[in-house]
């Protein structure tokens, strides 16, 4: 069976989303590592691909939230930790998805991205706290 070579919009979007995924690493590895400013990465990605400006900062934001929740969750785990808690900023911003689930607690085990363990969607503000038991003796 003979193959199709791919469309021109096919490959050239390809080689986009390669070099996306590589500035997108090295700028998220920037802003978090050496503390630079998240908006020259947003910028720089709206550079890429001429986009507005809300579109490379919802992205870059998203990012930098998955990151962070990830790394959180490891730390909780190397600590001993078991569970988590999932908060939203509860203002009028926060969707019903996240209302739902804010103020439950979740197995670290059992963390899904978009689930129960931010971010959930594209923007999501919400955060996860360990869940610490203390018994007295």
């Not at 490959?11 to 995924?21: A, D, P, R």
């Amino acid at each position: 069976k003979p193959t199709r070579p791919p469309s021109w919009s096919c490959s050239t979007l390809c080689k986009f989303k390669g070099k996306l995924l590589v500035d997108l690493e090295q700028g998220l590895f920037n802003v978090i590592v050496a503390g630079k400013p998240s908006v020259d990465l947003v910028r720089e990605i709206q550079g890429i691909f001429g986009s507005e400006y809300y579109i490379a900062k919802r992205l870059v934001h998203t990012e930098i939230a998955y990151i962070q929740t990830q790394s959180s969750l490891e730390r909780y785990k190397r600590s001993g930790l078991s569970e988590y808690k999932y908060f939203t900023l509860r203002d009028e911003k926060v969707c019903e998805d996240c209302k739902e689930i804010d103020g439950k607690v979740f197995k670290i085990d059992e963390a899904k991205v978009g689930v129960n363990c931010p971010p959930t969607h594209p923007n999501c503000r919400c955060f996860i706290s360990p869940v610490i038991n203390i018994t007295k003796k």
